[in-house]
């Protein structure tokens, strides 16, 4: 009598956000380049077909991988931003917020974002011009704090917040290359309290607290 024949189990069930919490987390080690579909479906615990099925592509993974990084961070530091707080005191907590999010001990150096793609091969420039447009977005963000601060009367009217964000903007992708390379929090910290005497409207009545306090 024949051994009955066994029916080949259903690949193994992920759910979506894991996947994605594990994809971002291995893009941000790696970066884009350096991580290959096989690492995607080692470390998620699945085969190809699965990975693409859910996400369609590596690249679209890393798109959604982005995105849900984002996303965890965008509303609190949303919050802080676009609070009724001066502006001088929430672009500090704002920084502030970016450098502890770059030392995280548990987590990868950097910014996922930041320093995301800025080298890279030619089959891979429309991931660059998607991280890109990322940082541009983010930009924008502060562009559109700063006009706010024109007509709230706590930046002069004929600041060139175009300029400004993209100067606290170039501060940010410091921090995350510095983080990368070992810079502590503490560090990271003092650097933003130099860079805010630069801004050109006005401050907080108070100094900004110790780096490292805040």
């Known amino acids: 009598m024949s051994d009955p024949v066994r029916k080949r189990g259903r690949p193994r069930a992920l759910d ?23 690492d995607l479906t080692k470390a998620m615990g699945i085969n190809p077909p699965t990975l693409y099925s859910m996400f369609g592509s ?9 995105n849900f990084s984002i996303a965890r961070e965008t509303a609190r530091r949303s919050e802080i931003l676009h609070s009724s707080r001066p502006i001088w005191e929430a672009l500090r907590l704002y920084l502030y917020d970016i450098a502890d999010g770059d030392t995280q001990p548990d987590k990868p150096r950097g910014c996922m974002v930041s ?11 429309s991931v660059a011009r998607m991280t ?24 002069p009217a004929q600041t060139d917040t175009d300029t400004l ?14 983080a990368c ?4 929090n503490e ?12 801004w050109p409207g006005r401050k907080a009545d108070t100094d900004a607290s110790p780096a490292g306090k805040a």
């Open 181 to 184: 390379d070992g810079a502590c």
């Open 16 to 38: 979506r956000d894991v996947g994605l919490d594990i994809a971002s987390r291995l893009f941000w080690e790696r970066g884009y380049e350096g991580t290959s579909t096989a």
């Open 165 to 178: 964000a993209r100067f606290y903007g170039a501060v940010i992708q410091g921090m995350s290359a510095q």
């Open 115 to 125: 320093t995301a793609v800025l080298q890279h091969a030619e089959e891979n420039a």
């Open 132 to 155: 890109a447009d990322l940082r541009e977005s983010s930009i924008q963000t502060l562009k559109a704090r700063f006009d706010r601060a024109i007509q709230e009367d706590e930046l």
């Open 58 to 66: 590596k690249e679209e993974l890393y798109r959604q991988a982005l």
């Open 187 to 198: 560090r990271l910290k003092r650097l933003i309290d130099i860079a805010l005497r630069a």
